[in-house]
């Protein structure tokens, strides 16, 4: 088993499609998971939660040195899932389209957001009910790229929220995120409270950010290896579908 070395001032993200998934995933989940999996409606749903939940087991019992199945976890009434007593490494999830992104830290909190960006969306309808004014001024300045800007500022709100556990209501338009820089940057962009940005690199068609408290960090984007004998005591197996950010 190869440990994953994560240090308290890196944030490690990985992101991969469903066409990722084998067998031997599924047989990571626990029964409650697989339950849970059997009663969504929609395959596609069905794979996302499984890919979602075998990124999990993966990554942490990685960093755990230990099996894939044996890493602890408990679902919270809102479904996210957390170490019992919340001790282990920090970590959060969020998927759309085909995609499912993982940030995993140590001593921060925090938040990780990805969107497929969709053509037939009505972008400034949600821009104008949550934008800033800077950033609904940003969007029409830059009309040929105002979709792309939309995605980028929604997931950098949405990964604010979910590192802060704040609720949606009445703080994304006091959010302002138009100054934070795009993926090239190599430091973070902090807002008051103490709160890190970053945009992440994302698989064609998507948009990513994440987010962190505590001193500065950098983020790390790895390859979601199909191959879970890496990370757990199970067989080889790679898929050639696999998909990565970098």
Known sequence: MVRLEIGRDTIKVFVAA?????VEHYDLLSGDERER???FVFE???RLFVLGRAMLRTVLGSVLEIP???VPLVVRASGKPEFPGGNGPAFNLSHSGICVAMAVSRG??????IEMRRSDSDFLAVAREYFSAAELARLDACSAQAEALFFRYWTLKEAYLKATGAGLAGLLRHLD????????AASNHWLPGGIGL????APPGYAAAVAADGCPWRVSVEPWLSNVSIFSAMPARMDSGQLTAG
């Open 18 to 22: 469903v066409s990722s998934l084998t």
């Open 37 to 39: 999996a059997a009663r």
């Open 108 to 113: 921060r909190q925090v938040g990780i957001d």
């Open 198 to 201: 970053q945009v992440l690199n």
């Open 44 to 46: 596609k749903d069905r």
């Open 68 to 70: 894939g199945a044996d």
């Open 177 to 184: 995120v138009s100054r934070v820089p795009d993926a090239s």
